[in-house]
């Protein structure tokens, strides 16, 4: 599949409560951006169905959801977006939160991803994105991060299997973004990131 076929993207990374589906959504609401987390449509799955019930097997335990079905329901529901217009790639560049989530996946992904830049979240403590999580599980009322033990289980996965993710990009499209300030000063520095990947799609549109 040639890039003109492929969703130009930009790829929010990092460890669990770094900020992705903060900064994601914040950079959404930007004209010219359409953010789409995973973990938001695996959530906004109807529990009781067959995929629900797959997906909670392994969410509930802090484990990743197979690849092949994650990239499955991906696939899915960004080609319903495309259909209803909400999502317009001649226009947008995708926000992606979640995936790929390791390297299988990156692999997975080709033929539908151009990602143009990685933006690597990165937090100096551990324990603070922890403290950070379990806030949120009680802000938000997901179960997912209540439990300590799947909270630090989550952490062990993405050191030994979605950290060497970067490893599959090059290092003149990965920005490291320090993630320990406030929502406005992080977003400021991914801002500085996107922006001329946003102004050169939006250039290249305009030519084709």
Same mark, same amino acid.
């Given at each position: 599949?040639d890039n003109?076929?492929?969703?130009?993207?930009?790829?929010?990374?990092?460890?669990?409560?770094a900020?992705?589906?903060?900064?994601?959504?914040i950079?959404?609401s930007?004209p010219?951006?359409?953010?789409?987390?995973?973990?938001d449509?695996?959530r906004? *799955?109807?529990?009781?169905s067959?995929?629900?019930q797959?997906? +909670?097997?392994?969410?509930?335990?802090?484990?990743? %959801?197979?690849?092949?079905?994650?990239?499955e329901?991906?696939?899915?529901?960004?080609?319903? +977006?495309?259909?209803?217009?909400?999502?317009?790639?001649? &226009?947008?560049?995708l %926000?992606?939160?979640?995936?790929?989530?390791n390297?299988?996946?990156?692999?997975?992904v080709?033929?539908?991803?151009?990602?143009?830049? =990685?933006?690597?979240?990165?937090?100096?403590?551990?324990?603070? #994105? *922890?403290l950070? #999580? !379990? !806030?949120?599980?009680i802000?938000?009322?997901?179960?997912?991060?209540?439990?300590?033990?799947?909270?630090r289980?989550?952490? !062990? *996965?993405?050191h030994s299997v979605?950290?060497?993710?970067? &490893?599959? +990009?090059s290092?003149?499209?990965?920005?490291? =973004?320090?993630?320990?300030?406030?929502?406005?000063?992080?977003?400021?520095k991914?801002?500085?990131? =996107? =922006?001329? *990947?946003?102004?050169?799609?939006?250039?290249d549109q305009?030519?084709?």
């Amino acid at each position: 599949m040639d890039n003109s076929s492929r969703y130009r993207s930009i790829l929010l990374f990092g460890p669990p409560g770094a900020g992705k589906g903060t900064q994601g959504k914040i950079l959404g609401s930007v004209p010219g951006f359409f953010h789409l987390s995973v973990g938001d449509v695996f959530r906004s *799955i109807d529990i009781g169905s067959p995929t629900g019930q797959q997906i +909670y097997k392994y969410t509930s335990n802090g484990q990743l %959801v197979p690849d092949e079905l994650t990239v499955e329901i991906w696939k899915k529901t960004v080609d319903a +977006y495309v259909a209803l217009s909400t999502y317009k790639p001649r &226009e947008d560049l995708l %926000v992606l939160d979640g995936i790929p989530r390791n390297v299988a996946q990156t692999e997975l992904v080709k033929d539908h991803l151009d990602i143009l830049q =990685v933006v690597s979240l990165s937090c100096e403590s551990e324990e603070d #994105m *922890i403290l950070r #999580m !379990r !806030r949120r599980a009680i802000r938000e009322n997901r179960a997912d991060d209540a439990n300590e033990d799947v909270i630090r289980s989550r952490f !062990r *996965i993405f050191h030994s299997v979605s950290k060497p993710v970067l &490893e599959c +990009y090059s290092d003149e499209i990965i920005s490291t =973004v320090e993630a320990d300030g406030s929502p406005a000063e992080v977003f400021q520095k991914i801002l500085t990131a =996107v =922006v001329p *990947i946003q102004n050169k799609h939006f250039q290249d549109q305009y030519k084709s």
